[in-house]
């Protein structure tokens, strides 16, 4: 079962990040993986339990998700994401190049918005706005801040955002006047959220991606 463990707390929750949201598909691979039911009472109840989630499984627009939700679930898959990219290279030493790595360019563009939106969120007293829209004057406000504010466990992408910062800050007006949900759903390459603050069962993550359904997925605790 792929974990998450960023934000831990005593929770659990689950997430899918679907291109299509086709609920009959949905609805069939997992009936298809949940069948035959195993004679196991004990395992019988554990399909059952999932069978129950079915009708909750709906995908829905990023934009229709809180902005809270929306950077948990980013910072969830923000390393799968880069690992995707980069197709098995090291990444560690790809992101410690100077040479503003090609191919994914406004990618990166949209990765490096998102998480300077996240840095100034984070540090925002009170409650979060509904709705934000991103502008140049943040993004260069906040660029300085947030490279030196990273810790330790996040040192290569700041090398790799530090080494390419003018290119990033340039690329990154390309989403100017677009809401964040905007930005992550070209980030993903996808246009359907689903997330569940309790655990949904690794079964129908496994019927989710054996069928092809969904881009990312993934059970996280917090």
């Known amino acids: 079962m792929k974990i998450r463990t960023d934000f831990v707390t005593n929770s659990s929750s689950s997430s ?11 609805k ?11 004679k196991d009472k004990w395992k019988r109840i554990y399909y059952e339990k999932a069978r129950e989630m079915i009708p909750y499984i709906v995908g829905k ?7 809270w939700d929306l ?3 980013y910072s969830w898959y923000r390393w799968d994401v880069i690992s995707k990219w980069l197709e098995g ?17 406004e990618k990166w563009n949209a990765m490096f918005v998102l998480d ?25 406000s906040q660029a300085r801040e947030y490279i ?5 466990d996040s040192d290569i992408l700041q090398v790799f955002y530090t080494n390419n910062i003018e ?32 655990e949904t069962y690794s079964l129908i993550r496994e019927a989710l991606e054996k069928a092809g359904l969904c881009l990312y997925s993934c059970e996280h605790m917090g």
């Open 16 to 26: 899918f990040i679907f291109k299509e949201y086709n609920p009959d598909k949905i």
């Open 28 to 38: 069939q691979a997992i009936e298809h993986r949940l069948s035959p039911l195993p």
């Open 61 to 67: 627009r990023f934009c229709e998700y809180p902005l």
């Open 71 to 73: 950077m948990k679930v």
């Open 89 to 105: 290279k090291d990444w560690e030493t790809e992101l410690s190049q100077k040479v503003y790595i090609s191919g994914n360019g």
């Open 116 to 140: 300077m939106y996240k840095n100034y969120l984070e540090n925002i007293d009170g409650v979060w706005p509904k709705d934000i829209e991103v502008t140049v004057d943040l993004l260069n």
């Open 148 to 152: 030196q504010s990273w810790d330790f």
């Open 167 to 198: 290119e990033l800050l340039e690329g990154a007006k390309q989403f100017e006047g677009k809401e964040l949900p905007e930005v992550m759903e070209y980030l993903f390459g996808a246009q359907y959220l689903y997330f569940y603050e309790d």
